[in-house]
Every structure is written in structure tokens, then in C-alpha cells.
């Protein structure tokens, strides 16, 4: 994957909620 496919892929499991979304702004 491309980073902004990653940040993407990211980011739609943060909308479902699977996925912490201050990691991932913290980390990005």
C-alpha cells in the first residue's frame, strides 16, 4: 500500500471504530 492508501485505510476503521484514532494522528 501507498502511505495514503494506508492513511486512508486508516482512517475508515477509525470511522467504524476498530482502529484508535489518536494513534494514528499521534504517529502520523
Known amino acids: 500500500?501507498?502511505?495514503e492508501e494506508l492513511?486512508?485505510?486508516t482512517d475508515s476503521?477509525?470511522?467504524?471504530?476498530?482502529y484508535p484514532?489518536?494513534?494514528?494522528r499521534?504517529?502520523?
Open 21 to 24: 484514532a489518536h494513534r494514528h
Open 7 to 9: 492513511d486512508y485505510f
Open 1 to 3: 500500500l501507498a502511505l
Open 13 to 18: 476503521l477509525t470511522i467504524l471504530g476498530v
Open 26 to 28: 499521534l504517529e502520523g
